[in-house]
């Protein structure tokens, strides 16, 4: 899979976050983001 492909994915998920905070977030746990009011979503990675 493509890392940055994958981050841009994520980006609405995490307004909140500067880009580097949403990054380490999402390279911590490939398996859910967090996503408004704190919740997380399962998300499907593109190999």
């Avoid at 994520?10 to 999402?26: L, R, W």
Wanted: hydrophobic letters at 30%; glycine letters at 6%.
């Amino acid at each position: 899979g493509n890392p940055e492909i994958r981050f841009q994915d994520i980006k609405e998920f995490n307004i909140n976050d500067t880009t580097q905070e949403a990054k380490a977030k999402f390279e911590s746990s490939n398996l859910h983001i967090p996503g408004p009011a704190g919740h997380t979503k399962p998300i499907k990675l593109q190999e």
